[in-house]
């Protein structure tokens, strides 16, 4: 087991949140800042992490209509 947890590290170590989430929402980035910060007994803060994307999802103007992309990908299919 301690084997594995510093295996865990040394990737963790060796990929910078910058250089992995180059190109991505700040809030992608701000996810990221935070689990890997969490201690494996803490348990994540659900509401912090659910409002950190309702807000980037309502600042880009995006509306709930129920419609998934696992939804549309099989009708997109069939029209092809």
């Known amino acids: 087991m301690k ?10 170590e060796k990929t910078s949140i910058e250089e ?6 700040e809030e992608i980035k701000t996810f990221m800042e935070y689990c890997r910060n969490l201690k ?7 509401n912090f992490l659910k409002r950190l994307f309702k807000e980037k999802f309502v600042k880009e103007g995006y509306q709930y209509d129920n419609i ?6 099989p009708l997109r299919l069939k029209d092809t």
């Not at 084997?3 to 963790?12: G, W, Y």
């Not at 998934?68 to 990908?73: G, K």
């Open 3 to 12: 084997e594995k947890k510093q295996n865990i590290r040394k990737i963790m």
């Open 20 to 25: 992995l989430c180059e190109g991505l929402p």
């Open 40 to 46: 494996f007994e803490e348990s994540p803060d659900y």
């Open 68 to 73: 998934y992309d696992w939804i549309l990908i």
